[in-house]
């Protein structure tokens, strides 16, 4: 089992800055992937953004160049540093972990960007 602790949502104005953290722990060295993973009101939920155990990471056309995911490994822990942020990033956003038998979710942290 993994269990997975977002936290780091908020209200920020357009053109702000969030950073999101979300705390794995568990049976942890079983994941080879982590992501963040988006959901708006009405909409499906859709991919932001995933770093690989080795680091390799990938984002949705919406968010590149302006979010960025990393992970400290000591700390078990996967940012998405989010900037410029813009209305339509309105969304819960949730963490995810990728195992070979299966995948966990986080809670999810809700996300307002005001115009």
């Known amino acids: 089992q993994v269990h997975l602790v977002e936290s780091g949502g908020g209200l920020v104005q357009a053109g702000g800055s969030l950073r999101l953290s979300c705390a794995a722990s568990?049976?942890?060295?079983?994941?080879?992937?982590m992501g963040w993973y988006r959901q708006a009101p009405g909409k499906q939920r859709e991919s932001v953004a995933r770093i690989t155990r080795s680091g390799f990471t990938n984002y949705a056309d919406s968010v590149k160049g302006r979010f960025t995911i990393s992970r400290d490994n000591a700390k078990n822990t996967v940012y998405l540093q989010m900037n410029s942020l813009r209305p339509d990033d309105t969304a819960v956003y949730y963490c995810?972990?990728?195992?070979?038998?299966?995948?966990?979710w986080g809670q999810g942290t809700q996300v307002t960007v005001s115009s």
């Open positions: 995810n972990a990728e195992q070979l038998t299966g995948e966990y």
């Open positions: 568990g049976y942890i060295f079983s994941i080879n992937a």
